[in-house]
């Protein structure tokens, strides 16, 4: 075996020292390069880690991820309370999907009033329906008085809302929601109230075993001016809803709602390019595989009371794009009737005379304008 001399053993240490440190001079600067890459064009999207937000925030990526100029990174975040709040606050965080009865609430609530006036919307999306999860000797949303009940994420806002236009007074709770279906399964509370789309991921599995069952609301005119009527079927939820027994509720609206950002930042020329791509490639999100929920947007569309992201503004207004044309009252009039006879029906409730449809009718409208000149 050849021997190496000292001196040899030095000049080859000397040459491999060289030469880690030019690669690591040149990985230094692909590294520089790759960070520069990364964020070209980066927005972050909070959404609630459940059901279609995680949905679309995928397809959003999916779509407008371009690999060299534009990127939309989803972060699961808290519930909409305490998210109105990080995007105030959190650097980095650029718009969220947010129900718009949380986005008033923070006007009103002294609690979420740091955030309010912080944000403006991009567009409105989709509705999200308000689960009532109860043990089964709670038979009607009535029976709910003086129980506790546990209000998980933007049910926080919507459900002490809804009991409270329906006059039903609880002892409130506010856990995470696993630990509110513990609380349900033990008995410790009575029931859970929780809005996502249906169905969400989170009642899915659940079995009908033990009682748990979803509690009918009952369409009063006050929530009729409040909230929009939905239904939770057993193709929603076979488990837990009877085929021929779907369960009344009410939905609430969300809506992309984005930071309070300066013109000048990197950030709002990042979002911006966002919005040009979005709404640019949005007739793309309405094909399959993309979620059905994006049939139920219509990018026109107003939120009454609240300032459109400014680009968002300007490019419905360089694209002309208009809300569809409404109906003519005597044919909205019409199919509101025929709704309510279907619900008193499924419900096997007694059939609505003809002056009670006109009243919720007439309610209907006067909130229908109210909300248009808010």
């Not at 969220?96 to 609430?105: E, R, S």
């Not at 999306?125 to 000797?137: C, I, Q, V």
């Not at 419905?316 to 409404?326: D, E, F, I, S």
Request: hydrophobic share 50%; charged share 20%.
């Amino acid at each position: 075996m050849m021997r190496m001399s000292w001196t040899s053993v030095r000049v080859l240490r000397c040459a491999a020292a060289a030469v880690l440190l030019a690669g690591g001079a040149a990985a230094g600067a692909q590294a520089e390069s790759l960070t520069e890459r990364a964020n070209r064009g980066l927005v972050e999207l909070m959404i609630p880690g459940d059901g279609s937000a995680l949905g679309m925030a995928v397809d959003l990526a999916g779509l407008l991820d371009d690999g060299a100029t534009r990127r939309v990174l989803p972060v699961v975040g808290h519930d909409a309370v305490d998210g109105l709040v990080d995007l105030k606050a959190l650097r980095g965080v650029d718009m969220m999907i947010v129900q718009t009865d949380v986005l008033t609430a923070s006007r009103r609530n002294a609690a979420l009033g740091t955030a309010a006036g912080s944000f403006t919307y991009i567009a409105k999306l989709y509705n999200e329906e308000l689960h009532l999860l109860a043990r089964a000797e709670i038979e009607h949303v009535a029976d709910l008085a003086g129980k506790t009940v546990d209000f998980v994420g933007g049910a926080r806002v919507t459900g002490p809302a809804v009991l409270g236009l329906l006059k039903i007074k609880v002892d409130p709770a506010f856990d995470d929601r696993a630990s509110a279906l513990q609380k349900l399964a033990a008995g410790k509370v009575a029931a859970v109230a929780y809005v996502a789309a249906k169905p969400t991921p989170l009642f899915g599995m659940l079995e009908g075993g033990g009682g748990l069952h979803f509690l009918a609301l009952p369409m009063t005119p006050a929530l009729a001016e409040a909230y929009v009527p939905a239904r939770l079927t057993a193709e929603d939820y076979p488990r837990l809803v009877h085929a021929d027994a779907p369960v009344d509720t009410v939905a609430v609206g969300t809506a992309l709602v984005a930071a309070n950002l300066p013109p000048e930042t990197e950030r709002y020329r990042n979002l911006a390019a966002f919005v040009e791509a979005f709404f640019t490639q949005f007739p793309h999100l309405l094909e399959p595989p993309h979620l059905a929920k994006w049939r139920e947007v219509n990018l026109a569309a107003d939120l009454p009371g609240w300032q459109r992201f400014p680009p968002a503004e300007a490019w419905l207004k360089r694209n002309a794009v208009a809300a569809a044309a409404p109906l003519n009252p005597a044919e909205l009039h019409a199919i509101f009737a025929k709704f309510l006879d279907q619900r008193s029906t499924l419900a096997g409730g007694r059939p609505l005379s003809a002056q009670e449809k006109d009243q919720l009718f007439d309610q209907f409208q006067r909130w229908e304008q109210s909300s248009a000149s808010r």
